[in-house]
């Protein structure tokens, strides 16, 4: 994935050569985005110990997976 954003900020193409649309960049960034929060909430699940933080934590993961999931 990282090859591929780094691809739509030097030429919108994809590692196989073909150009990528401006759909196809935004769905990178989005993908890339919900991957660093969803990151970065399963880290703080993993060092809370306060049980409602952690009911919400695990809500907002569940929320994530499913959004990246609808991704693709």
Not at 5 to 32: F, H, N, R, Y
Not at 43 to 61: F, K, M, T, V
Request: aromatic share 2%; hydrophobic share 35%.
């Amino acid at each position: 994935m990282e090859e591929q954003i780094e691809a739509a900020e030097v030429g919108s193409s994809s590692p196989d050569g073909e150009q990528l649309t401006q759909v196809q960049i935004e769905l990178i960034w989005k993908k890339e985005g919900l991957s660093r929060s969803r990151a970065r909430v399963l880290r703080d699940l993993e060092n809370s110990h306060n049980p409602r933080y952690r009911e919400l934590l695990s809500a907002a993961l569940a929320d994530l997976d499913e959004q990246i999931s609808k991704l693709g």
